[in-house]
């Protein structure tokens, strides 16, 4: 009977230290899973595929502190997505534009250090101490030779439909610069879209679109062709493009090159936009008195924000088909002015609100 007891015993005990054992096994699992939790939340960087298709490490979005953007469209994304307060560097059409210092008096003491494309203050640049740099190839390739300053190529210039180019370059900021950016980004992308369906609606029963030209500089010989990103935007404005049968993609900016005198005239132009001057100059020049666009008074000054309009940017990507399609056909928005869809884009996008000077101020009144 001694025996059995002893035996028991010791059954009893040994039971009671592989409990133990296994209770300490699992206690120390859970912690080491935990620790490992702790470090994956730790994390300060990750790695981003650009736009150019560049694996490219970067802080992780709540460690970002300092961004040099090198190209003016993107810095114009970081306010659609409210980062501009990370800016660190900027252009030098971005931080002397007066428009924008009204709206955002820090840019004024933001170095501007790219003058044009591809002409970036490396010195200047590093001064500013950047998390990374976000640019154009074109603006970002000084800084890969130059530095070790990590870079995003914003956009690699697609030539989807529109609006796709502009709804993933801001989706793309909104990755980089974590969850309130990426909501930001997709309240742009549905603003876009939902101007793209009213204008379709409204010009429904337009049956015969009116022909656009668009000159730039001073001489207004200067337009984008039918394979460019402008092309688009004055299809979605329910109009065409005269200068649609020219390819102008390879000329600078996005597409811009120049066409003769006698191109214009056998376009004969219905609206003529400029950016430069006052419709005026070409009412009273008997070179263009032919025109039916000069005829009829029917010339245009390109609107002007943030940033040009005749630029692949957010801003003129969501309003220049609106304010071309009330420009053309006033009479099928009878609810609605260009005045408030500019006003409706800086309160809703930007999230400021502009007053009656500062819309006169985009439209160049």
């Given at each position: 009977?001694?025996?059995?007891?002893?035996?028991?015993?010791?059954?009893?005990?040994?039971?009671?230290?592989?409990?133990?054992?296994?209770?300490?096994?699992?206690?120390?699992?859970?912690?080491?899973?935990?620790?490992?939790?702790?470090?994956?939340?730790?994390?300060?960087?990750?790695?981003?595929?650009?736009?150019?298709?560049?694996?490219?490490?970067?802080?992780?979005?709540?460690?970002?502190?300092?961004?040099?953007?090198?190209?003016?469209?993107?810095?114009?994304?970081?306010?659609?997505?409210?980062?501009?307060?990370?800016?660190?560097?900027?252009?030098?059409?971005?931080?002397?534009?007066?428009?924008?210092?009204?709206?955002?008096?820090?840019?004024?003491?933001?170095?501007?250090?790219?003058?044009?494309?591809?002409?970036?203050?490396?010195?200047?640049?590093?001064?500013?101490?950047?998390?990374?740099?976000?640019?154009?190839?074109?603006?970002?390739?000084?800084?890969?030779?130059?530095?070790?300053?990590?870079?995003?190529?914003?956009?690699?210039?697609?030539?989807?439909?529109?609006?796709?180019?502009?709804?993933?370059?801001?989706?793309?900021?909104?990755?980089?610069?974590?969850?309130?950016?990426?909501?930001?980004?997709?309240?742009?992308?549905?603003?876009?879209?939902?101007?793209?369906?009213?204008?379709?609606?409204?010009?429904?029963?337009?049956?015969?679109?009116?022909?656009?030209?668009?000159?730039?500089?001073?001489?207004?010989?200067?337009?984008?062709?039918?394979?460019?990103?402008?092309?688009?935007?004055?299809?979605?404005?329910?109009?065409?493009?005269?200068?649609?049968?020219?390819?102008?993609?390879?000329?600078?900016?996005?597409?811009?090159?120049?066409?003769?005198?006698?191109?214009?005239?056998?376009?004969?132009?219905?609206?003529?936009?400029?950016?430069?001057?006052?419709?005026?100059?070409?009412?009273?020049?008997?070179?263009?008195?032919n025109v039916p666009a000069i005829k009829n008074k029917q010339v245009y000054l390109l609107p002007k924000g943030m940033f040009g309009w005749n630029r692949a940017s957010t801003e003129p990507a969501?309003?220049?088909?609106?304010?071309?399609?009330?420009?053309?056909?006033?009479?099928?928005?009878?609810?609605?002015?260009?005045?408030?869809?500019?006003?409706?884009?800086?309160?809703?996008?930007?999230?400021?609100?502009?007053?009656?000077?500062?819309?006169?101020?985009?439209?160049?009144?």
């Amino acid at each position: 009977m001694k025996k059995y007891l002893l035996t028991l015993a010791s059954l009893i005990m040994a039971l009671a230290i592989l409990a133990t054992t296994l209770g300490g096994c699992t206690t120390n699992n859970s912690s080491t899973t935990t620790t490992a939790a702790a470090t994956t939340s730790m994390a300060t960087t990750r790695t981003i595929t650009d736009a150019a298709g560049r694996s490219v490490v970067i802080p992780t979005a709540e460690n970002i502190h300092q961004v040099a953007i090198l190209t003016s469209p993107p810095n114009v994304m970081a306010f659609v997505v409210g980062v501009q307060d990370k800016i660190c560097a900027t252009t030098n059409a971005i931080g002397g534009s007066t428009f924008l210092q009204g709206m955002y008096p820090r840019l004024k003491t933001i170095p501007a250090v790219r003058a044009g494309g591809g002409k970036v203050n490396i010195e200047a640049l590093l001064q500013t101490n950047p998390d990374f740099c976000i640019g154009s190839d074109i603006d970002i390739a000084p800084v890969n030779n130059a530095t070790k300053i990590p870079t995003l190529q914003y956009s690699d210039f697609s030539t989807t439909p529109y609006p796709d180019p502009q709804k993933k370059e801001v989706r793309f900021f909104g990755t980089i610069f974590g969850k309130d950016a990426a909501a930001r980004a997709e309240k742009y992308c549905t603003f876009i879209d939902n101007n793209v369906t009213t204008i379709k609606s409204a010009t429904s029963g337009v049956n015969t679109k009116l022909k656009v030209y668009m000159g730039f500089n001073a001489d207004h010989l200067t337009t984008f062709g039918g394979d460019t990103f402008m092309d688009q935007w004055i299809e979605a404005a329910h109009c065409v493009n005269a200068a649609k049968p020219v390819s102008t993609i390879s000329g600078s900016e996005g597409g811009l090159a120049a066409m003769s005198m006698e191109q214009i005239l056998s376009w004969n132009p219905d609206i003529v936009v400029i950016d430069t001057g006052k419709p005026e100059d070409l009412y009273s020049n008997p070179t263009w008195a032919n025109v039916p666009a000069i005829k009829n008074k029917q010339v245009y000054l390109l609107p002007k924000g943030m940033f040009g309009w005749n630029r692949a940017s957010t801003e003129p990507a969501a309003l220049f088909p609106m304010w071309l399609a009330i420009t053309a056909y006033p009479t099928k928005f009878p609810n609605t002015t260009v005045e408030k869809e500019i006003k409706k884009f800086y309160s809703e996008i930007i999230q400021y609100n502009l007053t009656d000077a500062d819309v006169n101020t985009v439209l160049g009144k």
